[in-house]
């Protein structure tokens, strides 16, 4: 504190001191007719209840673009929680979920 004192006294005798600039002291007033903010997104589900879930609603299911059944595939979500998941629906056919262990890439 003795150096910030020596400091400010010096520094007003040269004329070099500067005042600070006082802290901002009136509050920002909120618009009260704002709408609320929306609601957080759902939470996606788990890779492996999504592929319950499909096989529930008798998805046909590809590992390695092999197709195979609905249990090997939950067996293999189990065993391999990094499995890269493809799932589509179109109107009037049966689920296709893609199981991969490499980056699917996904045609527009």
């Known amino acids: 504190m003795e150096k910030y004192v020596t400091y400010h006294v010096l520094a007003k005798e ?32 788990a890779p492996l209840d999504h592929v319950i879930e499909m096989s529930k609603k008798d998805a046909r299911f590809f590992y390695k673009e092999n197709e195979i059944s609905a249990d090997k595939a939950i067996e293999l979500m189990k065993k391999n929680k990094n499995l890269n998941i493809d799932s589509k629906t179109e109107k009037g056919k049966r689920p296709v979920v893609k199981l991969s262990t490499v980056p699917i890439e996904i045609e527009n």
């Not at 600039?21 to 957080?40: C, G, I, M, T, W």
């Open 14 to 45: 040269k004329g070099k001191f500067v005042q600070p600039v006082p802290a901002f002291k009136e509050r920002v007033k909120v618009k009260k007719d704002l709408p609320p903010a929306p609601s957080a997104p759902p939470k996606p589900k």
